[in-house]
């Protein structure tokens, strides 16, 4: 996939997922992977800075597999920013794809 078109979206599959359920970093990783290619370099910063714009809170939960995990839980500000870009990209991607199809 484009790396643009992969910036552009990876936010959006994120609110996405950590709406459906709280996940903790690698498990969003791994989830975000079947949708498009990243990795945790892309996907950590980018739940620094949700966190920070107040989209999601945070907190420990004990692990059997070793150290406590952080668990993203989305906010209802991320809510409100979950509904705004998935409007803004069914908008776009209708207008893309029946521009392409105009087109062919």
């Known amino acids: 996939m484009n790396s643009q078109f992969k910036k552009g ?3 959006l599959i994120v609110l996405l997922s950590i709406n459906k359920r709280d996940m903790y970093g690698y498990e969003l ?6 949708i498009v290619e990243v990795n945790e370099g892309t996907i ?3 739940l620094k800075r ?5 989209c999601f809170e945070t ?8 150290p406590p995990r952080k668990y993203y839980k989305i906010t209802v500000l991320g809510q409100k920013r979950l509904n ?3 409007k803004t990209w069914l908008d776009f ?7 392409i199809e105009e087109c062919e």
């Open 29 to 34: 990783v791994l989830q975000v992977s079947k």
């Open 84 to 86: 705004e870009l998935k």
């Open 93 to 99: 991607s209708l207008s893309v794809n029946n521009f």
């Open 59 to 66: 907190y420990l939960q004990e692990s059997t597999e070793g």
């Open 9 to 11: 979206v990876l936010e």
């Open 50 to 54: 949700l966190t920070n714009d107040k």
């Open 44 to 46: 950590y910063p980018l």
